[in-house]
């Protein structure tokens, strides 16, 4: 039984979201960073980089109480207003290729995080998630929802195309050319019917947010030990969510990067891949896999394609036969001597929303020497992993939906 539950959300007010509205902070470069910061007073890029203001870095707990200072600063200039009865945020993205994302952004139980019912595909790091957990404490809010699924439900369905029917309370485009549109849902038979809805689903997942979501958790067991008075219902028990059905999620995969070929020769490299793999030449014309289990490669100025031998189709478990967990166990491990795909610095990630030519030229610079794709993990893979409790390796989905930060604003 899933608990998803309304909230009273702070949000920029109609003439200014188009403004405040921003993607993550890592997500921008430099120049792009420093542009908005110079020229847009309202860019939320201000309150997540308090030191653009003493023009220097400011890092850890000092950083925290000036984002905090920030946010309360333009809560003051009205910047935001905060609602004053708990609502569903229903929410709409075109984007530029046209794809249609619809969903809600609600409270999640942080209690059904511990419980297994909000299920997890992706390990987390543990130093960052207390440093996120120590960030959420300080500053009391969180901008940048965790993007949940579920499968799809056509009475919930059904609701967020009446709503959509009205006026939106924010439409924007971005610089990005996606078009946001946010509803808010305040009648109390309709959040009632969405509600009993989710209570009635024994699960759902984590499509993106994992390290957000983790951090919100432990930010919720500090707060009730400390709580003699715990009842449940405070703000800290939840963690906003975007919740979208399982059909409208876009789950793309990374394509892998190695520097080197780990002292082999190109030849010898080939001879150890023949053992695993059957092995095609496709020369210089770009080649993209299209089934489970065959891979591109990009070696020396030519495409490859990688067929798994049938032989080796001997898998245990859901994890054995995803495909980036396939091409760790069979080359980047054993042949090219990667053991952390997270922090080793021989290998480098490109997600596959971008063309393989990316991969080809990160290569032909020389800066890599072999590049790896494969087709999208599908949703019924990662639920699988989910539901087996096991994890996928680093960087095995990019998803969409991306929401912007600042749109809506969950306080603790």
């Known amino acids: 039984m899933a608990k998803i539950h309304p909230f009273k959300a702070v949000r920029p007010t109609r003439d200014k ?12 470069t430099q120049a792009e960073r420093e542009a908005r910061l110079d020229y847009n007073p309202f860019s939320f890029l201000h309150i997540v980089n308090p030191g653009y203001k003493y023009a220097r ?50 409270a999640a139980s942080a209690e059904d995080y511990e419980n297994d019912i909000i299920k997890k595909h992706e390990n987390t790091i543990e130093y960052r998630e207390h440093i996120f ?35 939106a309370e924010f439409e924007f485009t971005t610089t990005y ?61 939840q963690f906003m969510t975007f919740l979208i059905p399982e059909s409208e999620l876009q789950i793309h995969e990374f394509n892998r990067l190695v520097k080197d070929l780990n002292g082999l020769t190109k030849e010898e490299f080939l001879i150890q891949l023949d ?16 089934r489970k289990h ?23 478990t859901s994890l054995d036969a995803l495909d980036p967990q396939i091409l760790y166990n069979t ?13 080793d610095q021989r290998i480098s990630y490109i997600n596959g929303k971008k063309d393989v030519i990316n991969v080809k030229s990160a290569i032909d610079t020389g800066e890599f020497a072999v590049g790896f794709g494969m087709v999208p993990v599908d949703i019924n893979e990662m639920k699988h992993i ?16 991306k929401l912007r930060s600042g749109v809506t604003i969950y306080e603790f």
């Open 17 to 28: 979201v188009s403004l405040v509205a921003s993607r993550s902070y890592q997500t921008y």
């Open 57 to 106: 870095e400011i890092t850890g707990k000092e950083r925290y109480q000036l984002v905090r200072n920030r946010y309360l600063e333009f809560k003051e200039d009205n910047v935001f207003v905060h609602d004053k009865t708990p609502c569903y945020y229903i929410y709409k993205i075109v984007d530029r290729d046209k794809q249609v994302f619809n969903g809600i952004i609600a």
């Open 133 to 167: 957990k120590d960030y959420l404490k300080t500053v009391g809010f969180n901008a940048e929802p965790v993007l949940l699924t579920y499968p799809d439900n056509t009475i919930i369905s059904n609701i967020i195309k009446d709503i959509q029917k009205e006026r």
């Open 177 to 237: 050319r996606d078009t946001h549109y946010l509803w808010k849902l305040e009648d109390s038979t309709s959040i009632a019917t969405i509600q009993n809805q989710f209570e009635q689903m024994p699960t759902i997942y984590i499509a993106d947010g994992h390290h957000r979501s983790a951090s919100s958790y432990l930010l919720y067991k500090d707060e009730k030990n400390l709580n003699s008075n715990h009842t449940g219902k405070e703000t800290y028990n």
């Open 275 to 290: 053992t695993i793999f059957r092995i095609q030449n496709r020369g210089i014309m770009p080649y993209k896999p299209s």
């Open 294 to 316: 065959h891979f591109s490669m990009y070696l020396d100025g030519e495409f490859y394609s990688l067929y798994l031998r049938k032989t080796e189709y001997d898998f245990k």
């Open 331 to 343: 080359i980047l491990q054993p042949i090219l001597g990667i053991e952390d795909l997270r922090n």
């Open 386 to 401: 989910a539901d087996d409790g096991l994890k996928m390796p680093p960087k095995s989905t990019f998803i969409e939906p």
